[in-house]
């Protein structure tokens, strides 16, 4: 015997997907830094996105970090991880 109960679809969290049409960029980047294991200073850097109504949105990445090579994998983490519409600014000192 078959049965035709389907399971219930679970309700959709409104607060989760209400004006949200793209993820946390700031988020997404700042944990792509953590987790990279180049950027061996990821707790010196930190991530502020500037979302511009009507103009280019501006990620900021501020910090300081051991190596060149560090700060160019921050920019490549950056750029990779968000969209063309978002410039990237790239702040970080290399000591």
């Not at 700042?30 to 949105?57: H, T, Y």
Request: aromatic share 2%; charged share 35%.
């Amino acid at each position: 015997m078959s049965s035709n109960i389907q399971n219930p679809i679970p309700p959709v969290d409104p607060d989760r997907t209400k004006g949200k049409t793209e993820p946390d960029f700031g988020k997404v980047v700042q944990e792509a830094i953590i987790q990279d294991p180049i950027i061996e200073d990821s707790d010196r850097v930190s991530v502020k996105f500037e979302d511009k109504a009507l103009g280019k949105a501006e990620m900021h990445l501020i910090g300081k970090v051991g190596s060149e090579k560090q700060k160019q994998r921050a920019q490549e983490l950056a750029e990779s991880n968000t969209t063309d519409k978002i410039e990237v600014i790239n702040e970080i000192i290399v000591e």
